[in-house]
């Protein structure tokens, strides 16, 4: 699903992002991104979903070399790749239903299929009885749940969260997570950002840690029922 070769990142005064990463995540899994505040985390998802470019190195995902990507088709990845941030991200002004309504929206869907789709991605994160809510009538784990249910909507081949617990409490990170590890039980890619390491604990996956832009652990965590299952054969 996401494969990258020797990626370098370089923002102007010679600040060096990233460093020769090369990694690759399969099709289907879950995967953790971690390391300490400035390690390149965002910078590499950034370059995922195409919001920036590499300085050096290729960036393949689902097929497609997102470096050398048109413009004009940059859309039609995005439409492939729902994106969770940490701080929701949502329009003020509209409600729950019109926030997670803006991709089959702006894809021509009818009316009553927009409104079918975002009834289902809300029940699917447990606010079914929240649609006519505003944003800021809603708590903050609301609020992320209404950004997953809009990420979810399209029903995308990978799922990027950049720190989507950062602003919660530990229970409602959990929530959060819970609901992730739910989407990538479907099928969906899952790529998560976070320095919690006990959420890496609690769930397992594959984990991808960077320091200093380069990457230095590469390793798979086995979910914790998945060991005790190993020890009892």
């Known amino acids: 699903m996401i494969r990258c070769f020797n990626v370098r990142k370089t923002y102007p005064r010679g600040q060096v992002a990233l460093d020769d990463v090369s990694l690759e995540i399969e099709r289907g899994e879950l995967a953790f991104l971690t390391g300490s505040s400035g390690a390149g985390k965002s910078t590499l998802l950034k370059l995922i979903y195409r919001e920036e470019l590499p300085s050096d190195g290729q960036i393949i995902v689902n097929g497609r070399n997102v470096a050398t990507l048109p413009l004009s088709k940059v859309p039609y990845l995005r439409r492939s790749i729902g994106i969770v ?59 992320q749940r209404v950004a997953l249910a809009r990420a979810l909507i399209s029903k995308p081949e990978l799922l990027i969260a950049d720190e989507p617990t950062g602003n919660l409490d530990a229970e409602l990170s ?60």
């Open 85 to 143: 941030f940490q701080n929701f991200r949502l329009i003020a002004r509209k409600t729950v239903l019109e926030n997670v309504c803006y991709l089959p929206r702006i894809l021509g869907a009818s009316m009553k299929e927009q409104r079918d789709l975002a009834e289902q991605a809300l029940a699917d994160v447990g606010l079914a009885d929240r649609s006519d809510a505003f944003p800021l009538e809603l708590s903050g784990g609301e609020q």
């Open 174 to 233: 959990r929530e959060i997570v819970e609901l992730l590890v739910k989407a990538q039980g479907q099928g969906t890619t899952v790529l998560v950002a976070t320095h919690d390491l006990q959420t890496i604990e609690r769930h397992g996956g594959h984990v991808l840690r960077l320091e200093k832009g380069r990457l230095v652990e590469d390793t798979q965590v086995a979910a914790p029922g998945a060991v005790a299952d190993e020890a009892r054969e």
